[in-house]
Nanobody
Framework: VQLQASGGGLVQAGGSLRLSCVAS????????VGWFRQGPGKEREFVAA????????IYADSVKGRFTISRDNAKATVYLQMNSLKPEDTAVYYC?????????????????WGQGTLVTVSS
């Protein structure tokens, strides 16, 4: 499976962005999907994840209540709606797939990754 993330950009604090992650290749709908981010000088960290059906989602505490992960399996796409953005949300955002329905929060739990999209939040 290949993943293509898009939707990043420059936004002011308090603004919103929606990231998309489009999959091609094997049956994407069989896999759990996660979003991660890596800020300047920081390690890659978990943001959100969703099961194959979309019925279960989990979030990092830092984004809970502001970000929403969703998916449209007919379009082989997972979304990350980001509201009330803060300067500390500035990072490269990556989507990743896991050949399992069990969602996870660790980087090494995911089997394939997209190339990342840059989100910059100005104060």
């Amino acid at each position: 499976v290949q993943l293509q993330a898009s939707g990043g950009g420059l936004v002011q604090a308090g603004g919103s962005l929606r990231l998309s992650c489009v999959a091609s290749g094997r049956t994407f709908s069989s896999d759990a999907v996660g979003w991660f981010r890596q800020g300047p000088g920081k390690e890659r960290e978990f943001v959100a994840a969703i099961t194959r059906s979309g019925s279960v989602t989990i979030y990092a505490d830092s984004v809970k209540g502001r970000f929403t992960i969703s998916r449209d399996n007919a379009k082989a796409t997972v979304y990350l709606q980001m509201n009330s953005l803060k300067p500390e949300d500035t990072a490269v955002y990556y989507c990743a797939g896991r050949r399992s329905n069990y969602i996870a929060k660790t980087v090494d739990s995911y089997d394939y990754w997209g190339q990342g999209t840059l989100v910059t939040v100005s104060s």
